[in-house]
């Protein structure tokens, strides 16, 4: 049975690929080097669309309606420009209701884009650009260890990390943050108030990474500015040992976190990447592979959940569990030597 893998490695080849959702303009080039914060790519993208009737508003049949309309595709139109007039004494117009850009006219109507920004693309990584894919984005490469997580706010950022954490249950609290650590990229545990998350954004830090957080701040999470990263879950979820035993021994290094949303599709997931330098290129990570005796594993469910451990058993063949269903599971040897029966459905592979 395959199993997907969690990456926890401190030293690896690492390769993302960085894109728009719609056609742009590139600004990265073919073997040039990268800081994180780059950006490689833009785009205007129209937040929202708005169908104009114009045949409608005027009392015509749609063909009349397209020789009186006066802008075309692609036109850029201020709000109350003329879309469209009648003729006669008393003309009847039609108007932009917002400012916007023609997609369409024709049949009698007017399609606008409104509500546009400028989409940026940052590279979200240090490296070097091994393929450029025109007017979307770029392939990224670079070495240094990787640790992925279960949860992102959808920003990136880079900065020197910096340890408030005394254990992986440590809990992070807003007297430990002071303006000694604006700029800095925080290892910070457990988070429960809102204080801390609004503490930590007027220093500013350039990043939180925390082992778990409160689920009522996730609407907070996603409104600040700078990344937050969780690597194991919601509640009160100390950080899984191989995350935590990585991440505190690359503290005063420099460190990119990309809080992506995970993404099951794409293979996505919110990742620390702490780049180092390395005489020879070590050999790229899998992203899924076939459960064997002996692999690190990483609990995803049950009351065990975000413990690590080791397969000592493995039953491809369904078994009988405590739930009384029947599955494919392994026994896993926790790194307290507790033993558990986990159905392979619950474990992910870490490395």
């Not at 035993?245 to 993404?263: G, M």
Request: contains cysteine; glycine residues 8%; aromatic residues 4%.
């Amino acid at each position: 049975m395959l199993a997907p893998v969690l990456h926890i490695l401190p030293l690896t080849t690492i390769q993302r690929k960085r894109l728009l959702p719609v056609p742009g303009v590139l600004h990265a080039r073919l073997n040039q080097r990268l800081s994180a914060g780059d950006v490689v790519a833009e785009a205007r993208w129209a937040r929202e669309h708005l169908l104009i009737d114009v045949a409608r508003k005027l009392g015509v049949s749609p063909a009349t309606a397209d020789r009186l309309i006066v802008c075309k595709e692609g036109d850029e139109l201020i709000a109350n420009s003329l879309i469209a007039m009648t003729r006669g004494p008393f003309p009847r117009q039609v108007r932009a209701p917002r400012d916007g850009r023609v997609v369409v006219a024709g049949g009698g109507r007017v399609l606008l884009e409104v509500g546009e920004v400028n989409l940026v693309l940052r590279a979200g990584l240090p490296g070097q650009v091994i393929e450029v894919i025109p007017d979307r984005g770029v392939v990224i490469q670079t070495a240094g260890a990787l640790i992925q997580g279960v949860w992102g706010n959808g920003r990136i950022e880079s900065g020197v990390l910096f340890n408030l954490m005394d254990a992986p249950d440590t809990v992070l609290r807003p007297d430990r943050l002071d303006v000694s650590l604006r700029g800095m990229v925080i290892l910070g545990g457990i988070v429960h108030d809102a204080e801390t998350l609004n503490t930590a954004a007027e220093l500013p830090v350039r990043g939180l990474i925390l082992s778990s957080l409160n689920p009522p701040l996730l609407p907070l999470a996603l409104q600040m500015r700078y990344p937050i990263l969780v690597t194991d879950g919601f509640g009160h979820i100390p950080m899984n040992s191989a995350a935590y035993r990585l991440l505190s021994t690359n503290v005063k290094r420099e460190a990119s976190v990309n809080a992506e949303s995970t993404d099951r599709f794409s293979g996505a997931r919110p990742e620390v990447i702490i780049p180092l330098p390395v005489a020879i290129e070590p050999v790229p990570p899998a992203d899924v592979i076939a459960f064997a005796e002996g692999q690190q594993v990483r609990l995803r469910a049950g009351t065990r959940y975000g413990a690590i451990g080791s397969i000592v058993r493995l039953y491809e063949e369904a078994v009988s569990l405590p739930s009384g269903l029947r599955a494919p599971a392994a026994e896993v040897r926790l790194e307290t030597n507790e033993e558990l029966l986990v159905p392979l459905a619950n474990l992910e592979v870490v490395g």
